[in-house]
């Protein structure tokens, strides 16, 4: 099963996904476009010195990226990933999750069970208090890039802003499922995880695992009144999703807040 060595193979491997999404016509490649920026500020942020362990944040971050990169060839093998991301993937083939609900989803999986079991393989109980700053850094890179979601919604459908303006309750949709906190579950998980002895880290992860999916429920149904909305979004989306994962390029490019057109 294909997995990164250094930085620049995750970035690599993460071009084959969003090409191979494109051509399949997957919502997959949405969070997988979301990801490969990511992933490049973070190149971007160890060669400018931004992390205050550089070596240690490349190997957290193959370490990081490689367990989404064999959750997705794993799905694509037809064999069992973790269970968060198989109901990412599975989401993946719906037709009425919105943009927003693809990203969440990924988002979810990736920070609430992958980053803390990849910030505990880089650590050891004695060190992990170290790599704190860093774990913060990367989450803050997330959410900057998450900060404009809202807003490419509202270019895929424009009359969601008047139904923004109406209801307080999507936003609170986008409150509750906050990256602060994830960011402090999952920092809260590696701290935990850290100490776990290597003969019960398995089943720790597979608990931890059924949690998260738990949330991925709540991601994809997140209420009558908010579903309901939704699905009338996603009646008016705008573009195929090669369109969008293109659109999203193209935003990325241009340095844009927005993620989404």
């Given amino acids: 099963m294909k997995q990164a060595q250094t930085i620049n193979e995750v970035i690599q491997i993460l071009d084959e996904i969003i090409q191979k999404s494109k051509v399949e016509q997957s919502n997959i490649g949405l969070f997988a476009t979301l990801y490969r920026e990511v992933t490049v500020r973070v190149k971007e942020g160890i060669q400018n010195g931004s992390f205050q362990n550089g070596e240690r944040m490349e190997k957290l971050d193959v370490i990081f990226a490689n367990r989404y990169i064999k959750a997705y060839y794993q799905y694509q093998a037809k064999e069992k990933p973790s269970e968060c991301w198989g109901f990412a993937f ?5 037709f009425w ?27 050891t109980i004695e060190n992990i208090e170290d790599l704190k700053h860093d774990f913060d850094k990367i989450n803050a890179i997330l959410s900057n890039l998450v900060g404009g979601v809202e807003k490419c919604l509202i270019k895929i459908w424009p009359t969601l802003t008047w139904i923004l303006k109406a ?15 994830a960011r402090t579950g999952a920092w809260k998980f590696a701290t935990e995880f850290v100490a776990v002895p290597e003969n019960e880290r398995e089943a720790c ?6 949690r998260i999916k738990e949330i991925a429920r709540l991601v994809s149904n ?11 979004i996603r009646l008016f989306e705008k573009g195929t999703i090669t369109q969008k994962i293109i659109d999203m390029q193209i935003a990325e490019e241009k340095n844009m807040e927005c993620l989404v057109a």
């Fill in 90 to 94: 599975e989401q993946a083939e719906d």
């Fill in 97 to 123: 999750p919105i943009v927003l609900q693809h990203l969440l989803l990924g988002i979810n999986a990736h920070i609430n069970l992958d980053l803390g079991i990849a910030s505990a393989e880089v650590s």
């Fill in 167 to 181: 209801t307080g309750k999507i936003d609170n949709f986008f409150i509750d499922f906050s990256m602060e906190t």
């Fill in 205 to 210: 992860t597979q608990l931890r695992d059924r």
């Fill in 222 to 232: 997140p209420g009558y009144f908010v579903s309901v909305v939704f699905k009338f």
